[in-house]
């Protein structure tokens, strides 16, 4: 059982580029989220999705955009980085109907555009 | 809007105890959380607390709750070198269907020997 898995863990990336970071769980669970921290900033949600095929925005979704084509993983897309997208970004899942709504972090992404 | 507050460091001797401090400020939160996030790392549920408890007693994790105030705190008891780490207080908000969290600066806590 690995829990949330994200690849890759480190990209250097110029700007405008684009990349997508990809997001695994293995727990069945419906809801997947997508989180960048920054240092000072705590996380702040870019996008989540609460099933299969749906996803909705979160409080900073500008410059991003995922997709939840199987209900195991969640894609996040950058279409033209930026360098104020240089950030660490956590992928998150949980499963609503549990009792107290613990979402499980993978390791993270580390993301530097230049 | 929702805004979850911390101080950004603490640093306290091995074998003291540790207090943490957040506040929040949406009254309808169902659950308050406590990540713990190690270098390099993803976070990791520390402990949660039910909006209608005051106070929640894990081992050497105590989580005191003022509703009135807005007011979580955790405390660690003899803290250790292996406790030092960057801590994230979160409030659980409903947001249509979803299970949505709003999370605190995070506080960095030193543990000194």
């Known amino acids: 059982n690995a829990g949330v898995t994200q690849t890759p863990k480190f990209r250097v990336l110029k700007t405008g580029q684009s990349m997508t970071l990809l997001c695994a769980q293995d727990?069945?669970?419906?809801?997947m989220y997508w989180y960048r921290q920054d240092p000072g900033m705590g996380l702040r949600l870019i996008h989540y999705?609460?099933?299969?095929?749906?996803?909705a925005k979160g409080e900073v979704p500008d410059g991003y955009n995922v997709s939840r084509l199987k209900k195991q993983n969640f894609l996040l897309g950058l279409e033209s980085a930026a360098p104020s997208q240089t950030s660490v970004y956590f992928c998150?899942?949980?499963?609503?109907?549990?009792?107290?709504?613990?979402?499980?972090f993978g390791p993270g992404t580390r993301l530097t555009v230049l | 809007g929702e805004d979850v507050e911390q101080s950004l460091f603490l640093s306290v001797r091995e074998g003291d105890s540790s207090v943490i401090n957040c506040t929040y400020t949406?009254?309808?939160?169902?659950?308050l959380y406590w990540y713990k996030q190690e270098p390099g790392a993803g976070l990791q549920l520390l402990t949660y607390?039910?909006?209608?408890?005051d106070m929640k007693q894990d081992q050497r994790l105590t989580v005191l709750l003022n509703k009135k105030d807005k007011h979580l705190s955790l405390r660690i008891a003899d803290t250790q070198t292996g406790d030092s780490a960057i801590y994230f207080c979160?409030?659980?908000?409903?947001?249509?269907?979803?299970?949505?969290?709003?999370f605190g600066s995070g506080t960095q806590l030193t543990v000194l020997p």
């Open positions: 998150a899942s949980t499963d609503p109907g549990g009792s107290y709504n613990e979402q499980f």
């Open positions: 727990m069945n669970h419906e809801y």
């Open positions: 999705s609460v099933g299969e095929g749906t996803t």
């Open positions: 949406d009254s309808s939160s169902t659950y």
């Open positions: 607390i039910f909006s209608n408890m």
């Open positions: 979160a409030e659980g908000l409903r947001s249509g269907s979803a299970r949505q969290l709003t």
